[in-house]
């Protein structure tokens, strides 16, 4: 099993920067695929960015250019830099990692960071 604990939300004007971490914990040695996914208000979860074991970086479109995920398994943290941030990125922002276990895939979530961004 894995523990992930996201930290770093908060309330920043448009235009502002936010760093988001996620603590990731437990049996790290099965995970593969890491990504960010967000859930803004009265709408479900999309996917932000995803970072591979390798370290491989994908975006969704509204977000490239502004957005950086980075992986540091040494020190076991996501990261997540959010740059010129826009109103629309309001949502709550949650960890997420694919573990493979006996031929398995399991999804593991952490339990969401606010972030508000103000016009």
């Known amino acids: 099993q894995v523990q992930l604990v996201e930290s770093g939300g908060g309330l920043v004007q448009a235009g502002g920067s936010l760093r988001l971490s996620c603590a990731f914990s437990g049996d790290t040695g099965y995970m593969s695929t890491m990504a960010w996914y967000r859930q803004p208000p009265g709408r479900g979860r999309e996917l932000v960015a995803s970072?591979?074991?390798?370290?491989?970086?994908y975006y969704v479109d509204s977000v490239k250019g502004r957005f950086t995920i980075s992986r540091d398994n040494a020190k076991n943290t996501l990261s997540l830099q959010m740059n010129s941030l826009k109103p629309e990125d309001t949502a709550d922002y949650y960890c997420?990692?694919?573990?493979?276990?006996?031929?398995?895939?399991?999804?593991?979530w952490g339990q969401g960071t606010q972030v508000t961004v103000s016009s």
């Open positions: 997420h990692a694919d573990y493979w276990r006996w031929g398995a895939r399991n999804d593991y």
């Open positions: 970072i591979t074991s390798g370290g491989s970086a």
